[in-house]
């Protein structure tokens, strides 16, 4: 039998150990002496680099619309600690340094969360969703990822309505997961977010134009079935673009996606690995 981790205890542990880890990002936050960005404007700067629309209430399987409500209202409050932040050369962007602590005394609600793998529910649900739209925009610019994580090899919902390949996504909980974006480039980038009451809108802008634009595609899609398990597989490709001629300067792979399926699938075509 395989040993309980401390956090697997009992309720109280897995705070602890939450807890533990969230004052062990502080400390290291202290220690390193990061530049964050901080300072917003409602000034917009001249240039939209990308621009992207996330459909806030989707359905995802059989998980209680009340939450995808609920987020609505989640995303309207974390955005507001966003929405218009410069990120100037040097400076590191960080989701939760932006947003802080989601809590009911702050107005959040109960959402979407991930745990163990599996969909669940907790105060400030949802936070995803935004830090997804960040990274997808981010990866059409020439931002440098520096922190990043994904839901561990997991496809937890069906496709309905995917727009972005899958594996582009982000997985955050306050504050050692976390999303962070460094500016290593000579140009000032400034965050738009906002939500319209269907949507949640944002838009990277610069302060000058940028000599390439970007291409993200999915490659070799397929699902596999291993020792009867079913798995998602495909790669995620960016593709860098000069501006000015249109000519493709070079690809580069950024996911390999490898991912355990959650969910059923029987429609669909699977290769006996």
């Known amino acids: 039998m395989k040993r309980k981790l401390f956090c697997e205890w009992c309720p109280f542990t897995y705070w602890l150990s939450t807890e533990k880890e969230i004052m062990k990002r502080h400390v290291s936050d202290m220690l390193h002496k990061t530049d964050f960005a901080h300072q917003r404007t409602t000034d917009l700067l001249p240039v939209v680099v990308y621009q992207h629309n996330s459909l806030i209430r989707r359905r995802l399987g059989n998980v209680d619309m009340q939450l995808q409500e609920?987020?609505?209202?989640n995303l309207a409050l974390a955005v507001s600690h966003i929405d218009g932040l410069l990120i100037r050369?040097?400076?590191?962007?960080?989701?939760w340094k932006m947003v802080g602590r989601t809590s009911r005394r702050k107005g959040y609600?109960?959402?979407?969360?991930?745990?163990?793998?599996?969909?669940?529910?907790?105060?400030g649900g949802g936070m995803c969703q935004l830090s997804n739209l960040i990274h997808w925009m981010v990866l059409h610019s020439q931002l440098t990822i520096v922190e990043h994580h994904h839901h561990d090899g997991l496809d937890l919902f069906p496709d309905f309505g995917r727009q972005i390949p899958f594996g582009t996504g982000t997985s955050i909980s306050y504050n050692y997961i976390d999303y962070r974006v460094q500016n290593q480039t000579s140009v000032t980038y400034q965050l738009r977010l906002w939500v319209d009451g269907e949507y949640l809108?944002?838009?990277?802008?610069?302060?000058?134009?940028?000599?390439h634009t970007f291409h993200i595609h999915a490659e070799n899609e397929f699902f596999s079935r291993e020792d009867g398990v079913v798995y998602r597989n495909g790669q995620v490709f960016r593709d860098t673009i000069?501006?000015?001629t249109g000519r493709c300067l070079s690809s580069q792979l950024i996911r390999t996606n490898h991912a355990r399926v959650m969910y059923d699938i029987s429609d669909s075509e699977v290769v006996i690995a």
């Open 242 to 244: 000069d501006r000015a």
């Open 201 to 211: 809108r944002g838009e990277l802008r610069a302060t000058e134009q940028l000599p």
């Open 89 to 95: 050369p040097g400076e590191t962007f960080s989701v």
């Open 70 to 73: 609920n987020k609505a209202t």
């Open 109 to 123: 609600k109960e959402g979407l969360t991930i745990a163990k793998g599996k969909p669940s529910k907790g105060i």
